[in-house]
């Protein structure tokens, strides 16, 4: 017999497995047995014996008949795969070994770690939040002013990204306080500002248009009535 032949032999025995499998079995409560059991059965049912006896299971692993029949029962009774009727052919009846549960139970846990990782970002981002006011500040945030930012977050909605824009804006304006920054959250949401670039374009479109009033005022004569200086809190 050839290397090839070996190669080719290996080849054959390969079978697909979720990589989410391997990395959150023990999270799902799947003991090592309980998993090579159920690969044990996947790779039976790619090969077309998609019920597989407990003495076939066994002739595979380093276990009894018996004890691979306890830890079916006990997988199906946790709810990680099911016994379901076949197609049947030519009239007859069978049953097989369907591994859906378990693919819903590892759609379940993905979901669950984006859910987790969405919140743990979040934490961070109000952390850094109450820390980049901080230090424009320079000095502790008081109890009501931190529960201004927790109500822009949590009743207003604003992304604490986006409140961070209209802190900086409120700082090249040199006007460094919560009326004036709520004003400018509250002019970004009228006006569907929801991204940092949106933020960025319309601070400099603010800008312009301020610019452009301070020209006018030096261009009027000391007579002429003054020309309203623009501002977000007299909006």
């Excluded at 006990?74 to 379901?84: A, D, M, Y």
């Excluded at 610019?211 to 309203?228: A, I």
Aim: negative net charge; aromatic residues 10%.
């Amino acid at each position: 017999m050839q290397k090839a032949d070996f190669v080719e032999w290996l080849r054959e025995g390969t079978i697909s497995i979720p990589a989410a499998l391997l990395t959150e079995y023990k999270n799902m409560h799947l003991s090592e047995q309980e998993l090579v059991l159920l690969l044990q059965v996947l790779h039976f049912s790619e090969k077309g014996n998609d019920f597989p006896t407990p003495t076939e299971l066994s002739g595979r692993m380093a276990m009894s008949a018996f004890d691979c029949t306890e830890i079916l029962r006990s997988l199906i009774q946790k709810g990680f795969i099911e016994i379901i009727d076949g197609d049947s052919t030519d009239g007859i009846r069978f049953e097989k070994y369907s591994l859906d549960p378990l693919w819903d139970k590892l759609i379940d846990r993905f979901m669950q770690n984006r859910k987790q990782e969405k919140v743990n970002a979040r934490q961070v981002e109000e952390s850094d939040l109450y820390t980049c006011f901080e230090k424009e500040f320079g000095r502790p945030l008081s109890p009501f002013e931190c529960e201004t930012l927790a109500m822009w977050m949590d009743d207003d909605h604003h992304d604490p990204i986006i409140i961070k824009a209209a802190l900086r804006e409120s700082v090249i304006s040199g006007k460094l306080n919560f009326r004036y920054i709520d004003r400018i959250l509250f002019e970004w949401k009228k006006n569907g500002i929801k991204t940092i670039e949106q933020a960025k374009s319309y601070g400099r479109k603010f800008r312009q248009h301020q610019g452009q009033q301070k020209s006018v005022q030096k261009e009027v004569k000391p007579q002429t009535r003054p020309v309203p200086f623009y501002n977000w809190l007299e909006q």
